[in-house]
């Protein structure tokens, strides 16, 4: 039996060399040969723990040939990326495949986090009764620009000056002079009884794309989020065109001024997320109280607690026959469409998935293998190929 999975980063790699390598178990893994850009792919025995080859990338064809040379492989244990699927799929027809058992568990996590984050707002606990509203003070000054705006600042400083010039009796040409100013400036500031007369034009409340936006901003900031990016990520996601200067900009002049929520925060979507896949006897009491109360308030999360047991229970003791009931439950849920779409991959993937949740074949072996592979990179600085890598992880 094989399982594998590799990834390298780094440049181009040629073709491999002939090494010796057993021809009858077969696992595989991804490993980067250059971080986010090229992977290649690691195959070790899962019966001896060692690897058997490394191929220069992830693509099905690569995959499917080395396969189609060696017919005596008969279980692929793998995770799910569809190039894995399909390589293994066409260069050992006669090998059963078995998807390993953490890549389904981390799928499922992915999703009851979208689930999380899709009811974020039930998270909130229940507001306090409000207060008796306070008199608000009256504005000292009716300038639409607050104290402390450097350019209203600058403006009531600039119009104080060349109104006192004047009244000392200088000529506007002479205040100019003095002051550095076009004419045509003096000219305007001493027309300006106030200096509020001056805040037109471009610095008077246009219209920008991020107007549409700011209601939801401000509802997510009394929600608790107060991280600007996070902030600009969500609207994104609902169309806004522009980057994220513009919301860093809101968020530091107007929102960071308004007083948070009183009463505690609620918990984030990844921490409830965390809490739902720990088992319930590994949970601390006060995370176990918070998860309570945060289900309490939604049943859809109630739901989605219940699913992610069950397929926990399913995973931890291989009882890969009930997959199929799980999946015709999970696809029923419209209130968790994560965990639907989900749920339709795994029907799609289902002879693997269903034999990862029976047998007792899996990944792990592989990820030491990375991690080897990592550090052997990182001795070789890139001063070698592809070919060198190979070598020394076949021959250790």
């Known amino acids: 039996m094989l399982q594998g999975r590799c990834a390298h980063k780094g440049e181009q790699c040629p073709a491999q060399s002939a090494l010796p390598c057993s021809p009858s178990t077969e696992p595989q893994h991804e490993y980067a040969q250059r971080k986010g850009r090229i992977y290649g792919t690691v195959l070790v025995d899962v019966e001896t723990r060692r690897p058997i080859d490394l191929l220069p990338d992830r693509d099905a064809d690569t995959l499917a040939a080395w396969l189609a040379e060696r017919p005596g492989i008969e279980i692929v244990c793998r995770d799910r990326a569809p190039f894995f699927a399909e390589g293994a799929t066409r260069g050992a027809?006669?090998?059963?495949?078995?998807?390993?058992?953490?890549?389904?568990?981390?799928n499922l996590g992915e999703a009851a986090e979208k689930c999380l984050y899709r009811h974020r707002g039930c998270l909130r606990p229940t507001p306090a009764q409000p207060e008796e509203p306070q008199e608000e003070a009256e504005p000292t000054a009716s300038s639409p620009w607050p104290t402390g705006r450097r350019f209203a600042e600058r403006t009531r400083a600039k119009h104080a000056t060349i109104h006192a010039l004047l009244a000392a009796g200088h000529s506007k040409r002479s205040v100019a002079r003095q002051l550095g100013m076009t004419l045509n400036t003096i000219l305007r500031f001493s027309r300006a009884t106030t200096p509020e007369e001056m805040f037109i034009g471009q610095w008077q409340s246009r219209a920008t794309r991020l107007d549409d936006y700011k209601p939801y901003l401000d509802q997510r900031w009394q929600e608790?989020?107060?991280?600007?990016?996070?902030?600009?990520?969500?609207?994104?996601?609902?169309?806004?065109?522009?980057?994220?200067?513009?919301?860093?900009?809101?968020?530091?002049?107007?929102?960071?001024?308004?007083?948070?929520?009183?009463?505690?925060?609620?918990?984030?979507?990844?921490?409830?997320?965390?809490?739902?896949?720990?088992?319930?006897?590994?949970?601390?009491?006060?995370?176990?109280?918070?998860?309570?109360?945060?289900?309490?308030?939604?049943?859809?999360?109630?739901?989605?607690?219940?699913?992610?047991?069950?397929?926990?229970?399913?995973?931890?003791?291989?009882?890969?026959?009930?997959?199929?009931?799980?999946?015709?439950?999970?696809?029923?849920?419209?209130?968790?469409?994560?965990?639907?779409?989900?749920?339709?991959?795994?029907?799609?993937?289902?002879?693997?998935?269903?034999?990862?949740?029976?047998?007792?074949?899996?990944?792990?072996?592989?990820?030491?293998?990375?991690?080897?592979i990592k550090m052997l990179k990182r001795q070789m600085f890139g001063r070698a190929g592809f070919e060198l890598l190979r070598k020394r992880v076949l021959l250790a």
Not at 240 to 255: F, I, M, N, Q
Not at 311 to 324: E, S, V, W
């Open 93 to 106: 027809p006669q090998a059963l495949q078995v998807a390993d058992r953490w890549h389904l568990w981390h």
């Open 224 to 372: 608790g989020c107060t991280n600007a990016w996070k902030l600009w990520e969500e609207i994104k996601e609902q169309g806004y065109p522009r980057g994220y200067a513009s919301v860093r900009d809101y968020v530091s002049r107007t929102l960071r001024g308004k007083p948070q929520p009183v009463g505690p925060r609620p918990p984030s979507a990844r921490a409830v997320t965390r809490w739902i896949l720990t088992h319930p006897d590994a949970l601390p009491e006060g995370d176990r109280l918070h998860l309570k109360a945060a289900l309490a308030n939604c049943p859809e999360l109630t739901a989605l607690a219940e699913h992610v047991r069950s397929f926990a229970h399913m995973l931890t003791h291989l009882q890969g026959d009930r997959l199929p009931e799980w999946i015709e439950a999970s696809s029923a849920t419209t209130e968790l469409p994560s965990l639907r779409h989900l749920a339709q991959h795994l029907l799609r993937d289902l002879d693997a998935v269903t034999a990862g949740l029976t047998l007792s074949w899996n990944s792990g072996v592989v990820e030491g293998h990375v991690n080897r």
